[in-house]
């Protein structure tokens, strides 16, 4: 029985007229209602009755995910090469989202955009992180970096809050990318091969170099034609 305008104390232990609770599932004790009256002591009065009281763990209800873009192959050492301004957008799939997620036909939500950056001394890594809930992701890189060839689709990947785990299920030209590397998904760009103008000198120094060999072959043959001449008139004189 609690009795009305009395303060009683509910923890495992009171320590200056004050009670500490448990603070996880494994904190879990048995607990004793303790009543102070006016004037005495909060641990003077001890009550009989004992309870156990469970903590049960909550669950988690989002999770920290990071992205790097990085330049296709490595540097001289063998790390990835950071790259910096691609233009990136984040959805998270869903029925009665506000937008189409570009490249695809599934409706979302904008979570994020942001431009990649090299590494500094504010972000050695050069990561960029989102607190994301769980469900699917789109994320669809809308400018590549300069010198690079820019993703031909979103990478699609699924968050799990409650195991804290981010998988990636489609990567576009990179089907055997499926591992989040230490927690962070890589964002790969193929260095762009720089194709010879189109155009160029065509046909008019083989054209030209036609010309000049039968203007050859015409003199030539003039000569020829001269020169057999002179030689009958030198005969029949």
């Known amino acids: 029985m609690l009795f009305w305008k009395t303060t009683y104390y509910f923890g495992k232990s009171i320590t200056n007229g004050t ?5 996880d599932e494994s904190d879990a004790a048995t ?25 049960a763990l909550k669950k988690p209800t989002d999770l920290e ?4 873009k990085y330049s296709d192959g490595t540097d001289t050492e063998g790390n990835p090469t950071l790259l910096a301004g691609a233009e990136l957008e984040l959805y998270m799939a869903d029925p009665s989202g506000d937008v189409t997620i570009p490249g695809t036909d599934v409706k979302g939500t904008l979570i994020n955009s ?8 504010e972000n050695p890594e050069g990561i960029h992180a989102e607190i994301l809930l769980s469900g699917t992701y789109y994320l669809v890189e809308t ?19 409650e195991t804290g785990t981010a998988t990636i299920t489609d990567y576009p030209n990179r089907p055997e990318q499926e591992a989040v590397v ?56």
């Open 114 to 121: 942001w431009t990649s950056e090299v590494a500094s001394p």
């Open 19 to 23: 009670a500490n609770a448990p603070t």
């Open 65 to 68: 995910v990071k992205f790097a």
């Open 182 to 237: 230490d927690g962070v998904i890589p964002i790969y760009n193929s260095v762009m091969v720089t194709l010879p103008e189109t155009g160029g000198p065509g046909t008019f120094l083989y054209t030209a170099g036609g010309l000049l060999l039968l203007l050859c072959a015409g003199f030539l043959l003039v000569y020829n034609q001269l020169k057999c001449r002179k030689e009958e008139t030198g005969i029949s004189s």
């Open 143 to 161: 400018k590549a970096p300069d010198g690079h060839a820019g993703l031909t689709g979103p990478i699609i990947f699924q968050v799990d809050a």
């Open 31 to 55: 607990f004793t209602f303790y009543k102070q009256t006016d004037g005495e002591d909060p641990c003077a009065n001890w009550g009989d009755a004992h309870y156990v009281v469970t903590n």
